[in-house]
């Protein structure tokens, strides 16, 4: 499948993607793997801008993030991941992780190739750790993430009350090389 990056006049069609594949969120068989109610499971609006923002802003620099999209045979979006700097000052040698795969297209390896993808941009753009949360009870991504190297750093229990359930966030990171 082919992994192109996010370009800005794509990024109307990529929210409607992201709000479908929110929509996953805590359903059928799908774990929480975010941590927002069943009811308000959408990417937040006032998110949206700041989101489009750091595509255009340069990789170090306050903000910045990449995004890339897995394409299927239709030119429709079946996976995408993106990096993003921490917020902290001087953090510029380690970024945030966040990632998805449409439910049409999971346990294919297209989750391993969107991970093999940005960990080898990060490489080359001089990032050496990439960090994440995830959702203590995401077990298939935990278990995608632990297969390309992230090891636990932490776990925070019960951090969210979410759906009358507490949901605990667990750290990981990878070291890259
Ligand atoms: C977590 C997620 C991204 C994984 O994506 P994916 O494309 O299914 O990942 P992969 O296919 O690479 O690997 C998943 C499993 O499928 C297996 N698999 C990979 N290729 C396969 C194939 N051809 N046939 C059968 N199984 C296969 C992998 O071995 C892996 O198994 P494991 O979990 O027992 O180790 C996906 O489930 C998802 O989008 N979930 C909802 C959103 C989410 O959790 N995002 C992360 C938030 S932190």
């Not at 082919?2 to 800005?8: F, G, P, Q, R, S």
């Not at 499971?41 to 890339?68: L, N, T, Y």
């Not at 776990?155 to 009358?164: K, Q, R, T, V």
């Not at 667990?170 to 890259?176: F, N, Y």
């Amino acid at each position: 499948m082919k992994i192109e990056k996010l370009a800005l006049a794509d990024f109307e069609v990529f929210l409607a993607y992201l709000n479908d594949h929110l929509s996953d969120n805590g359903r059928g068989g799908t774990a929480y793997f975010q941590p927002l109610p069943r009811a308000d499971s959408h990417f937040p609006v006032e998110k949206a801008d700041g989101f489009k923002a750091g595509i255009g802003i340069d990789v170090g620099q306050p903000g910045w993030r990449r995004v890339w999209l897995a394409r299927d045979a239709d030119g429709a979006i079946a996976g995408h991941i993106d990096l993003r700097g921490h917020p902290e000052r001087h953090t510029g040698h380690r970024c945030l992780l966040g990632m998805g795969v449409d439910r049409a297209y999971r346990q294919q390896g297209l989750g391993g190739a969107l991970l093999a993808h940005a960990a080898q941009w990060a490489l080359v753009s001089g990032i050496q750790w990439i960090d994440l949360q995830v959702l203590s009870v995401n077990t298939p991504a935990i278990n995608l993430y632990q297969r390309h190297g992230y090891r636990k750093t932490g776990e925070i229990p019960n951090m969210f009350h979410i759906d009358g359930q507490y949901f605990s966030y667990t750290s990981m990171t990878t070291r890259l090389r």
